[in-house]
């Protein structure tokens, strides 16, 4: 972790659950962390919690030109970004068909879109740099076996599988053009923030069988401390306890 002492991360979603945990743990080795989110408020608090290395932006990720202000900004006061973190996510419990149109769109946009823009320009601010560089799409259990979850979520499970489809899209082309960034999917199982709340509304999830925010952040820890020769292409994080009924909900 020596190496990114200094660089410049984007965390998405930085303000509260998992976003903060990473910022947190980020920070803790001398990153630069710009925490993007909708709440400057809550921005600031996370700002006064973690210390200098944290910088507040305001950001809704499903508007592309807010985004690429704060790519501008981190290029004119950091030189450009060296890792990026696509955390930001939204869920709505409800089946597909009950769902209007407005509202698979807002899942998509946030959940997939956006971390496709955000890799974008990361990888091209990396490249024009020639720099090494570092894509970390938390991604989620759900995407990778929608079959086992009964619980309706809508387009939620389809949007996080196509962060999988990203990570391997950005494989190809880093190959193609010999760039030195690394992509890594992370796919937790649920883990105990404000987003799983509801899902005590469809069945009664027991406590061992939620991760903790922190669980994550050592997954976005040990992936980049990887060594130079050596790419974790995806994490599956899931919790310790007894019984197959854990892993699935």
Same mark, same amino acid.
């Given at each position: 972790?020596?190496?990114?002492?200094?660089?410049?991360? =984007?965390?998405?979603?930085?303000? $509260? +659950?998992?976003?903060?945990? @990473? !910022?947190?743990?980020?920070?803790? #080795?001398?990153?630069? /962390?710009?925490?993007?989110?909708?709440?400057?408020?809550?921005?600031?608090?996370?700002?006064?919690?973690?210390?200098?290395?944290?910088?507040?932006?305001?950001?809704?990720?499903?508007?592309?030109?807010?985004?690429?202000?704060?790519?501008?900004?981190?290029?004119?006061?950091?030189?450009?970004?060296?890792?990026?973190?696509?955390?930001?996510?939204?869920?709505?419990?409800?089946?597909?068909?009950?769902?209007?149109?407005?509202?698979?769109?807002?899942?998509?946009?946030?959940?997939?879109?956006?971390?496709?823009?955000?890799?974008?320009?990361?990888?091209?601010? =990396?490249?024009?740099?020639?720099? $090494? +560089?570092?894509?970390?799409? @938390? !991604?989620?259990?759900?995407?990778? #076996?929608?079959?086992? /979850?009964?619980?309706?979520?809508?387009?939620?499970?389809?949007?996080?599988?196509?962060?999988?489809?990203?990570?391997?899209?950005?494989?190809?082309?880093?190959?193609?053009?010999?760039?030195?960034?690394?992509?890594?999917?992370?796919?937790?199982?649920?883990?105990?923030?404000?987003?799983?709340?509801?899902?005590?509304?469809?069945?009664?999830?027991?406590?061992?069988?939620?991760?903790?925010?922190?669980?994550?952040?050592?997954?976005?820890?040990?992936?980049?401390?990887?060594?130079?020769?050596?790419?974790?292409?995806?994490?599956?994080?899931?919790?310790?306890?007894?019984?197959?009924?854990?892993?699935?909900?």
């Amino acid at each position: 972790m020596n190496y990114w002492s200094g660089k410049v991360a =984007i965390v998405t979603g930085a303000s $509260r +659950g998992i976003g903060l945990a @990473i !910022s947190k743990e980020l920070a803790k #080795y001398g990153i630069n /962390v710009i925490g993007l989110a909708r709440s400057m408020d809550e921005l600031v608090e996370a700002s006064l919690m973690i210390g200098e290395y944290f910088f507040p932006f305001q950001c809704d990720v499903t508007d592309e030109d807010e985004i690429l202000v704060a790519f501008k900004f981190i290029e004119e006061k950091f030189g450009g970004v060296d890792i990026l973190v696509n955390n930001a996510g939204i869920i709505n419990y409800i089946h597909v068909m009950d769902s209007e149109t407005d509202e698979i769109h807002n899942v998509i946009n946030t959940n997939l879109i956006a971390p496709t823009i955000f890799a974008r320009e990361a990888m091209n601010s =990396i490249r024009k740099r020639d720099a $090494r +560089g570092h894509i970390i799409n @938390i !991604s989620g259990i759900t995407g990778l #076996y929608c079959e086992a /979850v009964s619980v309706p979520m809508g387009i939620y499970g389809p949007s996080k599988l196509g962060l999988k489809g990203l990570g391997i899209e950005l494989r190809h082309e880093i190959s193609q053009y010999k760039l030195k960034i690394k992509v890594t999917t992370i796919n937790p199982g649920f883990v105990r923030t404000d987003m799983t709340k509801q899902l005590n509304s469809f069945m009664n999830v027991s406590p061992e069988v939620l991760l903790n925010d922190r669980d994550i952040a050592d997954a976005v820890i040990y992936a980049l401390g990887t060594p130079k020769s050596v790419e974790i292409s995806e994490i599956t994080v899931l919790p310790h306890c007894l019984g197959s009924d854990a892993i699935f909900l």
